[in-house]
């Protein structure tokens, strides 16, 4: 009875303080506008000194300004709430089915910070409440019964804070949407019946129970044989969706090389013999390659001698060189993935433009760079060394680009080819085009060297006496190169260095004196092979 004559005083202290409220005043237009009282601090510590169990009396310091807008707040949920005469009592806070307000009222957490000792029922059921538990509404400690149902409250459910409500007796949380957990079990909790917590989360489901028991049983092993399933498919048809660590490094599968050429789509094919596609094709991780696919029909030996060739291959590093990315090895076709060339290759070079006799020496240069790296590491790789077959790079360097597995000690053969692509650089003649064999090529020099040789060179290039004299040089070195009937024959390095003198030769723009050091040792090579 000392708290509610409390209480009442204090009510009563609200309706003589807020006798300038009009009826039809909003509660935020109130908080915005009232002030306390000259009187309202006296008038709490009066309050307090007859009912200290009065909320607002145990916080220390008290906070005037909040503790007068609660009392705004409470004067217009008593009114909300149709309690007869909130003069005297406030027994109720009823906000059913007012979904306009009632998330309002809930904002004012120092309301329910204070809220009056009367309050003993609220009812806050379907007004589509969203978010987490209202915690705030706890606070009021002495509440007989508290309705939240029919909202679309979830997440975690506050048990622990429930213990303080000791005098409840009448709790419907039904129609929400809980964490589940199974609160019948928690002491506090014993007291309601399942009534309480219908469609909630917070029972047990038994019918659910035994679906998701059914689905672990029965689904979960079938999700992991075909998450298996599916991880085997990626590993042995697109193992480039695997993390880098994982894929296997240079080889390739058909349905990578499928997706690289937008299904081996004639937009990216460009090239096309009897037996070899040449498409263009984009890596997943978006390098550009250049893929050669042969659909002949060999041997499973053979399968198995172009794997191992490929093993070789793709350990190739120079820049003369183009790098051999991997391969695919499958019973319908075999492929080789290299770097893609933008530019074309040297045929090409010298059928459509005009190079210089200076940038016909740096290519034979690179080429003949890249042969010495090939028989200095990697004896056993021979080569196709054709103008057709030597692409160029970006900044015009050669690039040697067909390769095969040969014998290590065919040195000859190989001397042989790159004397044939030298007279090709020279040459006013092309190997595929006038000549059905190299031979046919090489007759067609000598029978012009070395009296005639105007007639044999390339009449675009445009030299001068020395170039000429240079260039006829580099024709007897082919024509040496390609004498299969001495026993005698240049190494790649004689090769390299009469080149390399040459083309220092034109860098420098040497005076004839020059001219005759760079003689010497080409009659030096002579003299070697004819003794």
């Not at 429930?162 to 809980?178: A, D, I, K, Q």
């Not at 051999?324 to 040297?346: H, I, K, P, S, Y």
């Not at 210089?356 to 200095?376: D, F, P, T």
């Not at 024959?489 to 004839?512: C, G, I, M, P, W």
Request: with cysteine.
């Amino acid at each position: 009875m000392a708290s509610m004559s409390a209480n009442l005083l204090l009510f009563m202290f609200m309706v003589s303080s807020l006798v300038s409220i009009t009826l039809s005043a909003s509660v935020i237009e109130d908080l915005k506008n009232l002030n306390p009282p000259p009187d309202f601090n006296s008038t709490i510590i009066t309050n307090c000194h007859n009912s200290p169990s009065l909320r607002y009396c145990s916080s220390s310091p008290m906070d005037l300004d909040e503790i007068f807008k609660s009392t705004i707040v409470g004067s217009h949920l008593c009114k909300e709430s149709k309690n007869p005469n909130c003069v005297e009592s406030f027994p109720k806070v009823d906000l059913r089915s007012r979904p306009m307000i009632a998330p309002l009222y809930l904002s004012f957490s120092f309301f329910w910070k204070y809220c009056p000792l009367d309050v003993l029922s609220i009812d806050l059921s379907n007004n589509s409440l969203k978010g987490s538990f209202p915690n705030d509404v706890l606070q009021c400690t002495q509440i007989q019964a508290l309705d939240l149902s029919l909202n679309e409250l979830s997440g975690e459910f506050p048990i622990e804070s429930f213990s303080p409500l000791t005098n409840l007796t009448v709790l419907n949380l039904s129609y929400n949407h809980f964490l589940e957990r199974e609160v019948s079990k928690t002491e506090f909790f014993k007291r309601f019946n399942s009534s309480s917590f219908l469609h909630s989360g917070l029972l047990p489901d038994h019918e659910m129970f035994g679906i998701k028991l059914m689905f672990l049983l029965v689904g979960f092993p079938i999700f992991v044989v075909l998450a298996v399933g599916c991880l085997g498919w990626v590993c042995l048809n697109r193992p480039d969706f695997l993390p880098r660590m994982l894929q296997r490094q240079h080889k390739f599968t058909p349905s990578m090389l499928k997706a690289a050429t937008n299904g081996f789509s004639k937009k990216n094919l460009v090239g096309k013999s009897e037996a070899v596609n040449i498409y263009r094709g984009t890596l997943r991780d978006g390098t550009e390659v250049r893929i050669e696919i042969y659909s002949d029909d060999i041997s499973r030996e053979s399968h198995r001698k172009f794997v191992e060739e490929c093993k070789v291959l793709v350990q190739l590093r120079h820049k003369n060189i183009v790098q051999v990315l991997g391969w695919c090895n499958n019973r319908w076709f075999r492929a080789v993935v290299t770097e893609w060339m933008d530019g074309q290759n040297v045929e090409m070079l010298l059928l459509g433009s005009n190079p210089s006799w200076k940038h016909r020496l740096r290519l034979m240069m690179g080429v003949v760079k890249g042969l010495c790296y090939l028989q200095e590491i990697w004896p056993e790789v021979d080569y196709d060394l054709r103008a057709s077959s030597v692409l160029l790079s970006s900044n015009l360097e050669p690039l040697i680009s067909r390769f095969t597995i040969g014998d290590h000690n065919r040195s000859t053969k190989k001397i042989y080819k790159l004397g044939v692509f030298l007279l090709e650089i020279i040459a006013n003649k092309r190997l595929q085009k006038d000549f059905e064999e190299e031979t046919g090529l090489i007759e067609y020099i000598r029978m012009h060297y070395p009296g005639n040789l105007q007639k044999a060179m390339d009449e675009k290039m445009k030299l001068t006496e020395n170039a000429f004299d240079q260039a006829k040089q580099v024709i007897g070195l082919g024509l040496m190169c390609t004498d299969q009937t001495s026993n005698r024959q240049l190494s790649l390095r004689q090769v390299f260095d009469v080149l390399s003198k040459a083309y220092e030769s034109v860098t420098a723009l040497v005076s004839t004196n020059q001219k005759s050091v760079l003689e010497k040792p080409l009659n030096l090579y002579f003299f070697i092979l004819r003794n």
